[in-house]
């Protein structure tokens, strides 16, 4: 016993004119480009240069393997990026939206941009690292670390291609897993490091067409102190809201005080909410909580003798009446920076 809408199919197929059949239904996954694994691979090679340009990774998955004596340079925003079984490489990613995973390798000098960085059964590598989550590092030895300082023109586009920003660096705040009493496993680059005596910029032509700098003051990342010894006992936060120009003023007020002599520790960029200010900013919370909606604010410590007083003179040089958090005085420098950070560590989950 049939039905109504058996018969009606078998109508339907009747009534086709002959030599025309069915066509497959076309769905959205079917028309997506394939991709070949092989084209986001650099596997076995020995004494080479390669790389890829901007524009050629597009957020893929890449892989690197079994390289030896080689300098690899990846000019493009990637997924996630694993190394595994390389031996004396020169390797250079481009910011990286996921991980970046380093495993049984040796004698390798890195620099990458990441949202989270691991290496395991390694040893001996030196790594340039801007990383937006804490470093880990297992089963490892002489790992050490620098703060990323790399630019070319697209580098920018491609941090926010990768969802990252380039003030949440936490290149320094290391965590071992696997801690042997009495040694340590990881340290940190002489601060007078040369990045490109370490990650030298490639020698092949097309390469060479990426037009590269690793001057400091010409990072995209702000080069910051990290977890080294400060200089002074005073330190001075500055927080600066979301507007049309906050990066472009974060940065120009990092040069000037860079230039006057002073230090940048460490930067942060977070959303707050009214609590938060209220936590950290205290009494000052009031002239700031109609700021906060309007997107991530951007944090800066500078630390120095005298820092707290250069401070208020160049944002209020720079900045006019644009509204701006800067610490009140020494004395209360020092609880403004232990109170936003720790806010933006939990915010993180750092």
């Not at 002599?261 to 938060?276: C, H, N, P, R, Y």
């Amino acid at each position: 016993m049939g039905c109504c809408f058996s018969k009606r199919r078998n109508s339907e197929k009747e009534s086709q004119p002959e030599g025309e059949e069915d066509q497959p239904k076309q769905y959205s996954w079917d028309q997506r480009e394939k991709v070949d694994p092989k084209d986001y691979m650099f596997s076995g090679l020995k004494s080479e240069t390669v790389g890829r340009l901007p524009g050629t990774v597009a957020g893929q998955q890449f892989l690197i393997q079994d390289c030896e004596n080689c300098n690899i340079y990846i000019f493009d925003h990637s997924a996630t990026i694993t190394i595994d079984d390389c031996t004396n490489c020169i390797i250079f990613l481009g910011p990286v939206k996921g991980s970046v995973f380093f495993r049984n390798c040796r004698d390798c000098k890195c620099a990458l941009a990441c949202q989270q960085f691991r290496v395991r059964d390694c040893r001996k590598l030196e790594v340039f690292l801007c990383c937006a989550t804490q470093p880990i590092i297992e089963s490892s030895t002489n790992i050490k670390f620098g703060c990323f300082q790399w630019y070319y023109p697209e580098l920018a586009f491609q941090f926010k291609d990768a969802g990252l920003s380039i003030f949440n660096n936490t290149w320094s705040n290391i965590h071992d897993f696997t801690p042997v009493s009495g040694e340590l496993n990881w340290s940190l680059l002489p601060e007078n490091a040369v990045v490109h005596h370490h990650v030298p910029l490639p020698t092949t032509k097309e390469l060479q067409a990426v037009r590269i700098s690793t001057e400091a003051n010409r990072s995209i990342i702000p080069v910051t102190q990290g977890q080294r010894q400060k200089s002074s006992d005073e330190s001075c936060l500055v927080v600066l809201f979301a507007g049309d120009y906050t990066i472009a003023n974060a940065m120009k007020l990092i040069d000037e005080m860079i230039r006057a002599g002073f230090f940048l520790i460490q930067t942060k960029e977070v959303s707050m909410k009214a609590e938060d200010a209220q936590r950290v900013f205290r009494e000052k919370a009031p002239e700031f909580l109609h700021l906060l909606n309007k997107g991530p604010v951007i944090a800066l410590e500078f630390n120095g003798d005298g820092v707290v007083e250069e401070c208020q003179i160049v944002v209020n040089k720079i900045f006019g009446e644009t509204k701006t958090f800067v610490s009140e005085n020494r004395e209360t420098a020092s609880r403004d920076v232990e109170s936003f950070y720790n806010f933006a560590d939990i915010q993180m989950g750092i």
